[in-house]
């Protein structure tokens, strides 16, 4: 347990920090150390916990995570990415040549469809997943601390 909590103290900054410099870009903060990025920092690692005070089931979130971003990740983009690297040897003296056949195209073209299909359907399902969750109250909003009940399940 010790190393799992050791792991999840190290990585969380890791993770955390690319998705924050590139807000802090957009939100024109210097990179340098300030006290806007310290602000922004920390207003961001609050919004993270209070999603996960508020969302009572951690495997809801996987579940979002999952459907968004792994459909993608495995169905959508090797086929789109495949047919424009194929699409751009051509005419490249330096790379090599490469012509899609009809039906290797198509079948590229199938898998992008229903991985979008899939995506969009395991993310609603997900979403769904999220605001049904939500029958039991947040710590946060109770008021008799007596009345904590405690329980493990899907």
Request: charge should be neutral; aromatic fraction near 12%; proline fraction near 6%.
């Amino acid at each position: 347990e010790i190393m799992l909590l050791l792991h999840l103290v190290t990585a969380f900054p890791i993770i955390l920090n690319p998705p924050a410099q590139f807000c802090e870009k957009l939100l024109n903060i210097p990179s340098d150390f300030n006290w806007k990025r310290c602000v922004f920092r920390s207003l961001s690692v609050l919004c993270l916990l209070f999603i996960a005070e508020t969302v009572p089931s951690f495997s809801s979130i996987l579940d979002l995570v999952g459907a968004s971003t792994v459909t993608l990740l495995t169905f959508v983009f090797p086929p789109l990415f495949y047919m424009r690297l194929a699409d751009a040897s051509i005419g490249r003296k330096e790379w090599v040549q490469r012509r899609l056949p009809l039906w290797e195209r198509i079948y590229c073209w199938t898998l992008i469809f229903l991985g979008i299909a899939g995506g969009i359907c395991a993310t609603i399902t997900a979403v769904i997943n999220i605001f049904y969750s939500f029958e039991s109250v947040p710590c946060y909003m109770m008021g008799d601390t007596d009345n904590v009940t405690i329980t493990a399940g899907h």
